[in-house]
């Protein structure tokens, strides 16, 4: 039987759109150093390392060796892994079975991006087929418009509503010092006069490009107590992928891999009812639209509802469910750390050190992981020991 498994200290990096005063490792480092200082402990209590950037955005690889500085990873055992823009849930879930596994005490988990240094578009347009869909699917934003039209032609959503989930990402983000975008509120009007990228996506629709690193430790029952006053326990995790070919995605059926994934956590969490039993939800949400139709899907709340849901107020900071109280992916997009930062924050929220983006009183938290052709992770972390 897997052991308990609990993340008992977090770190991020300061993120922006170029951290020119560092190399790779030195971003790596700075997001260990402050993991291991939050949770107390030294490089040398850490069994082993995982780590994962998406490396052919950056043109670059090995990173598993090379960033042994950084990492804290000299003579340990480390793994590498790369899974799109859910490399960083990846990171997070497999740092759990690794230490759930039995095999090890204290794991460090690390995702880290500079994507100053990279062609991302470059890169993502070899994930569709050559024939059938680069053409129309070459990178991320033609893909997402066409979810964000089927969306709105199908319950009536308008750009409007969209753009609020803009304003609430930006808004939170006030309250976290590490987001790229702190310090840059905007407002409906601002979303709705910024340039078009491809209809419905404007500008402020989207989540930038960032250079970020961060670490999450995890630790087994019977030493995560002797570490954290309060450990964030991980309390379910679930993974499902989907179709490769963007073409045969039924855009009219909700986020398919992200309701399957849900639904799992939620089974194995015992949660029954989650818009009342998540307290917080850190969600990996690349665009505007996403935040209206895959809490949809999660099941916040029933098909079309979304932007109700969200006008009512209920994701904000003091609402009924806050979401991304950190600002979210819209304002800090460091592509390998970036679910790896849900991950972290929910953590945060669990352990009560979330300063001015805390939520009061979470005994529940939820985090997710986007990427590839539209698969999902979620992880679920809980302030008492899973049964």
Known sequence: ????????????????????????????????????ADCELSIADIDA????????????????????????????????VTTGGTTGSSVAIAGYYHV???????????????????????????????????????????SLATEASAYMEQYGATQEDAARVAVRERT?????????????????????????????????????????ACAVVFAAEGVAEKIAVRPAWVKSCSVRHTTTWF???????????????SKEAFEKAGIKD???????????LPYSYAGLKWIEAIGFCGPGEGPKFIWDGNTDMGGKLPINPSGGVMCTNCIGATA??????????????GEARQV??????????????????????????PN
């Open 274 to 284: 989650p818009v009342e039993e998540i307290d917080v939800a850190e969600l990996y």
């Open 340 to 353: 790896l930062l849900r991950v972290a924050e929910a953590a945060i929220q669990i352990m009560g050190k």
């Open 49 to 80: 390392i995982i780590i994962g950037n998406m490396d052919h955005f950056e043109s670059i690889n090995y990173v598993d060796t090379w960033s042994v500085e950084g990492s804290g990873g000299y003579m340990k055992p480390i793994m590498k």
């Open 172 to 212: 939170h983000a006030l309250n976290n010092p590490y987001a790229q975008m702190y310090n840059r509120p905007i407002t409906i009007k601002d979303v709705m006069e910024s340039p078009m990228l491809a209809y419905p996506i404007k500008l402020l629709d989207v989540c930038p490009r960032t250079d970020g």
């Open 360 to 385: 009061p009183d979470v005994t529940n938290a939820m985090a997710t992981g986007f990427g590839g052709c539209w698969w999902s992770d979620v992880v679920i972390l809980g302030k008492d020991k």
């Open 100 to 142: 759930a596994s039995g095999l090890f005490d204290k794991v460090l988990a690390i995702g880290w991006e500079k994507n100053s240094e990279s062609d991302t578009t470059a890169a993502i347009v070899t994930c569709s087929d050559p024939i059938w869909d680069r053409f129309s699917y070459s990178g991320a934003i033609p």
């Open 247 to 261: 073409g045969d995605v039924d855009y009219n059926t909700g986020m398919l891999s992200l309701k399957r994934a």
């Open 1 to 36: 039987m897997a052991r308990r498994v609990a993340i008992v200290g977090t770190g991020q990096t300061y993120h922006k759109s170029h951290r020119l005063d560092v190399n790779g490792r030195e971003l790596i480092n700075e997001a260990v150093t402050r993991a291991l």
